[in-house]
């Protein structure tokens, strides 16, 4: 795989951008996000990390501008904006027959959202626990470690999720190929369920959160109706192994001192992406006759509170 393409430029977009070119590889990053993409393409992109500060030079445009097709395109805009994205890719001509399309967003049923435009065997899930962050347009924060797992999304295994493997792991990125990628990914998208709606809703960092005594009785039916769900569509979870997932985020050396990101979208004006979290179950759990009022109702309110605070499409 030679050349590679960063569909959503943001924080971790940038970051494995960024990592997969000095290991070497031809990356172009692609995003909507207009100041950011003229200054990358004008003076490159700045990169912080822990003990230095440094620029690098990369290729940027923006979607409509692609004019050549990839070997592989990682998708990671904001989940609402996937569809769009892998459409014009495709109307460019960026996809071919052999063309890798990867995601590492979060959230559930992106593999059905990419399956709209390319085969199953084209399509392969990622979970990343790296993090990122953006200082301004064009400005990388870089700090910490991190994994990525990856499989293709029928769970087949082919030249291609060893070649996407390498490549990460070129990238100093701690991949490695998954036996049942779909358990990861309903793990960290319960993590994201819980705490981002409730964080969110209640206008709480994560260890703010975690101060409250009963905050264990909180979670718990959120967990309940998504194990239900997953299960019933053949992914088996562990209760306690979510529990102590989600609990295990609360110290402050963690995240306890963070907002979550939906929190985050929503006090900058942008809609949430409740609907591919706690929305995506109460979807899957009215197809499979399986009751989530829980999950129905934290989706509610924050659809409700985006009534309130957005002030921009994306």
């Known amino acids: 795989m030679k050349k590679i393409a960063i569909a959503g430029a943001g924080a971790m977009g940038g970051r494995i951008g960024t990592q997969i070119q000095e290991a070497g590889y031809d990356v172009t990053l692609l995003d909507y996000w207009q100041a950011h993409v003229e200054k990358i393409k004008r003076e490159g992109i700045e990169i912080q990390t822990e003990t230095d500060t440094y620029h690098l030079d990369i290729k940027a445009q923006f979607p409509e501008e692609v004019n050549e097709q990839f070997d592989l395109i990682i998708i990671l805009t904001k989940a609402m904006k996937s569809r769009e994205m892998i459409k014009v890719l495709n109307e460019r001509g960026a996809i071919g027959e052999d063309t890798a399309i990867l995601t590492m967003m979060n959230g559930l049923g992106h593999d059905e959202t990419f399956a709209e435009v390319v085969p199953k065997s084209q399509i392969f899930l990622a979970v990343t626990m790296w993090t990122a962050g953006m200082r301004g347009p064009g400005q990388l924060l870089l700090e910490g470690d991190g994994t990525i797992d990856l499989q293709r999304a029928d769970g087949l295994d082919d030249e291609r999720t060893r070649a996407i493997n390498q490549i990460f792991n070129d990238a100093k990125l701690n991949s490695r190929i998954s036996d049942d990628v779909f358990q990861s990914v309903w793990s960290k998208a319960t993590l994201n369920s819980?705490?981002?709606?409730?964080?969110t809703i209640l206008d709480k960092r994560i260890g703010e959160f975690a101060k409250y005594e009963q905050a264990r009785e909180m979670i718990t039916p959120i967990i309940n109706e998504i194990i239900a769900v997953a299960e019933a569509r053949g992914v088996k979870l562990d209760f306690d192994a979510l529990v102590a997932k989600v609990e295990g985020s609360y110290p402050d050396e963690l995240q306890g001192l963070h907002y979550p990101s939906m929190h985050q979208d929503l006090h900058s004006g942008r809609y949430t992406e409740i609907?591919?979290?706690n929305g995506k179950i109460t979807q899957y759990g009215k197809e499979l006759g399986i009751s989530t009022?829980?999950?129905?109702?934290?989706?509610?309110?924050?659809?409700?509170?985006e009534m309130q605070y957005v002030t921009q499409e994306s």
């Open 194 to 199: 819980v705490l981002n709606p409730l964080c």
């Open 293 to 305: 009022p829980t999950n129905e109702l934290l989706t509610h309110m924050i659809h409700q509170l």
């Open 275 to 277: 609907d591919y979290l």
